[in-house]
């Protein structure tokens, strides 16, 4: 049913105009949807049933206004056959729309998943934590920032779109990791966004196939969850990569993951989440922690920090150094990002730094430099696991 | 991502010493703040706490839990009421963080919650 949510609401906003008005009234034929299909079975073409009912919700709501003209208008315009469009397009500009750069990447996040993902308030609120209130606010914010910017329900034009495409992977990125989260909070009652995400994702794959990119990040999303049983102990512990029980990895993740990249490298311009991607397929596809390819994971990096330099990338690409040419070597390259300000309240930094000299066999100074990342680390799974470390080495 | 805004001083000290005027100014700016950050879709909760005269603290002594009155660090200044706020960034809880400083003129303490994604 999900699926139907973002077409319907294109069909009404085409008919209609009016995005935040016709979003509610999506919502709430979603809801109805919820109630009645499980008792009287779902009707034979769900996509009209919620399109009747979400327009028929939206009349009330605006005969309730006393627009009188309007609501004339509307009810002709009602009884308009249903144009049937290129549903494909128009979920597209949808995404598009609710990842506009114009609003806050919270609210961002919280449209897509209502809009496009179909999701309620409350499980989105559940999700992120915050009281059902504060999501109902934020998204009804962002509906209007887009009302007031004039927004229009067009796909981006052609020169923008690549920049505009960025932001909506960045979207659908952000959503993935907060799905991380999970380990920090009651985890009962919330719903799966990592799940989620990479079902979004593959919905945006079959709508732009030839973007590499959409493929690259859907692959790493594949390749990165599929480790997420062997991630943490029973206790919600953080088990690091190399100490990770592979046969606890999804086999059928890391295969769909690996294939939808092998189908894209070289098809499309390469780009970062292609490249991360391939790091993390080396990864997957090692049979144990000393079997991995770094030599290949070091290229790898080298690839990456050209395509997209920072300085987590160089972080990444030290750890890499260190296991080709040793720690020291890691622990050089380190050096240079000491006087990064983009670094000055990273714990990554640090963390990374008490791996390599643990690595170079310098116990006191590794303890120190997992207590200072346990310090700044905002994860409290992390923290737990960086006081671990030091607790090791006291 | 989250934060938590906290408040410190002493609401005895505060009836004690400012008039009726400043008791009615704060408490329409606290209402007017945490009407805007709701209509923000930022506000996760916010809440004043009893004066610190009231708080018990409970300690470990000899081998037990003992509980006496008083804040845990006896001192004047104990936390007095907090926000938690969703954010874009550290940037916007500070900005907030700002709007309260301006109005009440006592320093306010801007924390981290613990709500980051892991990154491996």
Redesign the interface.
Known sequence: MRELAPQVLAILVRRHGQFDACEDAVQEALLAAALQWPKTGAPDNPRSWLTTVASRRLVDVWRSENARRRREETATALELPVVEVPAHDDTLTLLFLCCHPSLSVPSQLALTLRAVGGLTTVEIANAFLVPEATMAQRISRAKQSIRSAGMQFDLPPEPERAERLVVVLHVLYLIFNEGYTTSSGPTVHRTDLTAEAIRLTRLLLLLAPAEGEVAGLLALMLLTDARRAARTDGDGWLIPLDEQRRDLWNTAQISEGVAILTRTLGKAPIGPYQLQAAIAAVHDEAPSAKDTDWPQILALYEVLERVSPGPVVTLNRAVAVAMVHGPRAGLALLGTLEDDERMAHNHRLEAVRGHLLEMAGEPVAARESYLRAARMTASLPEQRYLGLRAARLG | ??YMIMTFGSAEAGLATMGKEWMVNMIQFMHKLDDDL????????AEGLADGSQAKTVRFQNGIPVSTDGPFAESKESLVGYWIV???NEARAIEIASRIVAFVKVPIEVR?????????
Request: hydrophobic content about 35%; cysteine-free; aromatic content about 4%.
């Open positions: 991502m989250k709701r209509k923000s879709g930022e506000l996760v909760s969703d954010v874009e981290r919650v613990m709500d980051a994604p892991p990154e491996f």
